[in-house]
């Protein structure tokens, strides 16, 4: 009886081992794409001030990588901490906390190779452009809608879907909620929890934060955002502060020990989700409580915070720019639309950085009264194609308003799109996009308007000039690829900008030898335009062998 006891009791065991083995084998081929997000959560009661007290991280690891990540609170007795893995294969992860139970807690997963639209985070590529991680060529074409994320969820869906079929790929947003003239709305949820509410002597309610404790559920809001934009293919270029609070929240009065823990909890929340950019400010020097100093001590903050290098940059009031060549800056993101109005002016500050240039702002399409707000839709889009040409990269905006500040203006609140400017930037996008790579200007300050993006292969704008014709000729200077040579047969294409349609010409064009840094057709043949404005070509040089078939 006492064996028969013996042998169930060790077949117990074993299976209960055997049970335990399986559990481990499960968690250790749990497999997660690279680039996404591994999310560890633990479960402990919510000691006093969870938020500032608690520290949590973890160590992911592989044969040759390491990274170490932090943790954050969530809510509900829930630590989570969050991993981007860059690599294909197993990691390993150990925890480390200042809560026993919570220390030293081991685990395994695989990540496996990305598939679908997932192609990484957007990285800083070949000193002035962008690629996503796994090479694919990222062209920076966005727009702005700053608060919309504070809107009622009715319009956030509309957003959505909006941007869906936008053709844009990047969204200026704002974290804290707005308080401006054209956007008065009361967010839902807040960054914070409020400690009590009082009145002023007017009766007015005035809400006591408790900057001890962050508001989980705002942030959880808002990273379902960022997913449902990273579905869409589209950026999420977070503004981490701005100066549109004058007092009703106060959270652009707060002080740097705040405003570093408040950049260490977003950034340990965010930083694994691969669309997110960070933009420190915008309009940095308007928000008066704060100094250069302070703006770099946030700056470097948010730099090292992110263990993944996510893309940074800060953003002035009109003109006003920033010491850009800073580390912690990846590119350059200003408010002036000098350089874009002037040819040749918006490729300059290329080689005044040696960094991707993006005029986050140069105005916006609408019909406000403030002369920021009241571009034609051929304006919004002539500026766009100005900075391309050059090189750079313009971000659009809308601000239609028919009836009051309570209309739903999309570069405020999100919405839908009133003007017309967004489908001819879809439609410069995919010319783009179509090339060989990114554009440059083939001959820098000598030929403002004829830009190429590799051998045999140019972009020229003609902006708000109308001609009937032109005299084919090209710079012999090609940028850094081959100069062109004589005896080369390029084919040419009228694109109208406008009406967006591409015809291709009828006739073929051949070179000429150098004739003082520029070539021709050897007839000296012209390309028949339409007397438009807005007009511009795009030239491709024939292979020999398309050249003969072409000629039989």
């Not at 294909?88 to 906390?97: D, I, K, L, Q, V």
């Not at 809560?99 to 070949?126: D, Q, R, T």
Request: proline residues 5%.
């Amino acid at each position: 009886m006492l064996n028969s006891s013996k042998s169930t009791f060790l077949q117990i065991a074993v299976f209960f081992i055997g049970f335990l083995l399986f559990l481990n084998v499960a968690k250790a081929q749990q497999k997660i794409e690279k680039w996404s997000r591994f999310e560890l959560v633990l479960n402990h009661p919510n000691p006093e001030e969870s938020f500032s007290k608690v520290k949590i991280s973890a160590r992911f690891y592989n044969t040759d990588t390491c990274f170490v990540v932090p943790g954050f609170y969530d809510g509900n007795n829930q630590y989570k901490i969050r991993f981007m893995p860059n690599e294909t294969g197993p990691w390993s992860y150990t925890t480390t906390c200042n809560i026993p139970a919570l220390n030293n807690k081991k685990g395994i997963f695989e990540c496996v190779e990305a598939c679908g639209n997932n192609h990484g985070m957007v990285k800083v590529s070949n000193t002035y452009n962008f690629k996503y991680a796994d090479d694919k060529q990222y062209y920076p074409f966005g727009t702005t809608a700053y608060a919309w994320t504070h809107m009622s969820q009715g319009i956030q869906e509309m957003t959505l879907n909006t941007l869906k079929n936008s053709g844009f790929n990047k969204v200026r947003m704002c974290v804290f909620p707005k308080n401006y003239d054209l956007v008065k709305e009361e967010p839902e949820i807040y960054p914070y929890l409020i400690k009590e509410i009082k009145k002023d002597t007017t009766g007015k309610e005035i809400k006591v934060w408790d900057f001890d404790r962050f508001n989980p559920l705002f942030f959880q809001h808002l990273e379902k955002r960022i997913d449902d934009l990273c579905k869409l293919g589209i950026e999420a270029d977070l503004i981490l502060f701005h100066p549109y609070d004058k007092g009703r929240w106060g959270f652009d009065a707060m002080s740097n020990d705040l405003n570093i823990r408040y950049i260490n909890y977003v950034t340990a929340r965010l930083s694994s989700f691969r669309n997110v950019w960070w933009s420190i400010a915008n309009e940095w020097d308007l928000v008066k409580t704060k100094t250069n100093d302070d703006w770099d001590l946030l700056s470097k903050n948010v730099a090292t915070s992110d263990p993944y290098r996510h893309l940074c940059s800060i953003h002035g009031s009109t003109a006003i720019y920033y010491e850009y060549w800073k580390p912690e800056f990846t590119h350059v993101s200003i408010q002036d639309e000098a350089p874009v109005m002037n040819w040749g002016a918006a490729a300059l500050l290329r080689n005044a950085y040696y960094k991707p240039i993006i005029y986050d702002e140069v105005g916006y399409e609408g019909n406000l009264k403030s002369r920021w707000g009241r571009y034609s839709p051929e304006e919004m889009t002539y500026l766009v194609w100005m900075g391309v040409i050059a090189g750079t990269y313009v971000t659009h905006g809308e601000s239609y308003m028919f009836k009051n500040n309570t209309d739903t203006i999309f570069w405020a609140k999100g919405g839908a799109f009133k003007g017309t400017s967004w489908r001819r930037i879809a439609f410069l996008r995919k010319i783009v996009e179509e090339g060989p790579g990114p554009l440059k200007l083939s001959d820098v300050s000598r030929d403002n308007r004829t830009s190429s993006a590799g051998n045999g292969y140019y972009i020229i704008y003609f902006g708000k000039e109308m001609n009937d014709s032109w005299l084919f000729n090209l710079p012999v200077k090609n940028s850094p690829w081959e100069k062109v040579k004589s005896g080369a047969r390029f084919k040419v294409e009228v694109i109208d900008t406008w009406d967006m349609t591409i015809q291709t010409y009828p006739e073929t064009f051949e070179t000429t030898p150098e004739n003082d840094y520029r070539v021709y057709d050897k007839d000296f043949k012209k390309v028949r335009l339409p007397l438009k404005p807005y007009i511009a070509l795009r030239i491709t040089q024939i292979s020999n062998e398309n050249s003969s078939k072409k000629s039989n």
